[in-house]
Nanobody, 125 residues
């Protein structure tokens, strides 16, 4: 059974930093892209960042460029999201996702088959 388990969320003041982790189990994703999405209260799920299977390629939504960094440890089957200069508008539940069909970083939720349960990130002003 494939599982993606996120951790690292919490409450932080504006301008602060958090590091999210997503550990995958049940299968290896060394050939697949992985990504982070988020969903704020009352809004739809939106793409945040993605990393290719080799970790050589990354993709970010415009609002987090220069503030967030996605990375992966292929050996540990884990991805990370280092978030800096956090703002109240970053408040959301953050979800990890893994593809089954795409090795390249992609922003479409349709390209990701496996999803974690989410971790809450709250940024206070």
């Amino acid at each position: 059974q494939v599982q993606l388990v996120e951790s690292g969320g919490g409450l932080v003041q504006a301008g602060g930093s958090l590091r999210l982790s997503c550990a995958a189990s049940g299968r290896t994703f060394s050939r697949d892209a992985m990504a982070w999405f988020r969903q704020a209260p009352g809004k739809g799920r939106e793409f945040v960042a993605a990393v290719s299977n080799t970790a050589a390629g990354t993709l970010y939504t415009e609002s987090v460029k220069g503030r967030f960094v996605i990375s992966r440890d292929i050996a540990k089957n884990t991805i990370y999201l280092q978030m800096s200069s956090l703002q109240p508008e970053d408040t959301a539940v953050y979800y990890c996702a893994a593809s089954e069909t795409s090795g390249g970083a992609t922003s479409s939720s349709n390209d990701y088959r496996y999803w974690g349960q989410g971790t809450q990130v709250t940024v206070s002003s």
